[in-house]
């Protein structure tokens, strides 16, 4: 692990749209031992602009998250830049080329990590926030029989309408950017990436949040202050990756497979894991009504709102000792077993 995590080599995989992506390559990290019985996994997909060194946060804030006593495996998402993605995928699918990969073609391939690498048999618990959150209910409705518990936090299990028109601001604000040239830019459209973070930060949180400037418990002593810092971070991404991942978001939703053929509530019906969705209830991106929705469908489900200003960034991780942190230990005590 000299780069800080592992590579599982996929081989060539066949996308749900029926591309062969050549070479895949899943990046991920492991935390702790398998047991002797292979079931004492925690599975932590990664986030929109995370990675597993994201994830860690809540390993630090999270002390049911104990590596002491679970095999935690944290898998990078296709795109962020670790895993197969637009900045390091060759010749014919590289940069704009990169073909869509839904959350599915994700599961799928993490589901052969777990299984062929890893020696896995069952799987304690998934979970995640927002994209990662998505993914968790992605495993619960792919496969129902290797899951005993998922914790969805500020996500959902489909992409709603008003979602994928936010993404929409999103893409548009980079590639408004010239330099941008349709995805073969000699050099980073920064004009456009700073754009896209701008729009970003207007939906991360709450309008509560901006009007009694909560800001400032971040440091920031002014909202354009907070704005310069998001626009520090998205300066660091890849733009292909940042349009690959957005692309998987847009594409979310549990029921668009072979096996549920657009039947949103039977996928729902489908997931059999424990469950407890934790939707923030000032979240603009993933809101809590569709998250009450999804519980009416689930055959074994808490639904459970976390109170908040912060918005979707309730849930962020790094904020050791926040009030969500706490929050979310008892829902993964609650989960696994005593």
């Not at 591309?19 to 292979?38: D, E």
């Not at 704009?96 to 799928?108: K, S």
């Not at 509560?208 to 354009?224: A, D, K």
Request: negative net charge; hydrophobic residues 40%.
């Amino acid at each position: 692990m000299a780069l800080g995590y592992d590579i599982f080599e996929l081989g060539n995989v066949t996308l749900q749209s029926g591309v062969t992506l050549p070479n895949a390559k899943l990046a991920y990290r492991t935390y702790g031992s398998l047991n002797a019985r292979g079931d004492n996994a925690i599975v932590m997909p990664t986030f929109y602009t995370g990675t597993h060194v994201r994830n860690e946060g809540y390993l630090q804030a999270v002390p049911s998250l104990d590596p002491s006593r679970y095999f935690i495996v944290s898998i990078n998402m296709f795109g962020n830049g670790l895993s197969s993605s637009p900045s390091n995928t060759p010749p014919p699918f590289d940069g704009p080329r990169f073909p869509a990969v839904t959350l599915h073609d994700n599961v799928a391939c993490q589901y052969r990590l777990l299984t062929e690498a890893l020696a896995v048999e069952r799987i304690a618990l998934v979970l995640g926030w927002s994209m990662a959150g998505c993914q968790s209910y992605q495993w619960g409705a792919q496969y129902p029989d290797k899951v005993d518990a998922i914790l969805p936090f500020c996500a959902s299990a489909r992409t709603s309408p008003h979602n994928q028109v936010f993404l929409e601001g999103l893409k548009a604000a980079l590639l408004a950017d010239s330099t941008f040239a349709g995805g073969d830019y000699a050099a980073p459209p920064e004009a456009g990436l700073k754009a896209f973070a701008r729009v970003y930060a207007g939906w991360a949180y709450s309008q509560t949040f901006y009007r009694e400037q909560l800001h400032c418990e971040l440091g920031f002593e002014t909202w354009e202050a907070l704005l310069r810092d998001w626009e520090g971070d998205h300066l660091k991404w890849d733009a292909n990756d940042l349009l690959a991942k957005l692309k998987t978001w847009q594409l979310g939703d549990i029921s668009a497979n072979a096996r549920h053929d657009g039947d949103f509530e039977q996928a729902l019906g489908a997931i059999r894991a424990r469950a407890i969705l934790v939707p923030c209830t000032t979240d603009l991106y993933f809101p809590l009504e569709d998250n009450a929705f999804e519980a009416k469908h689930m055959p074994n489900v808490t639904f459970r709102p976390y109170a908040s200003a912060w918005g979707h960034c309730a849930a962020s991780p790094g904020r050791k000792g926040t009030a969500f942190m706490r929050f979310l230990d008892g829902c993964v005590r609650e989960l696994l077993p005593s």
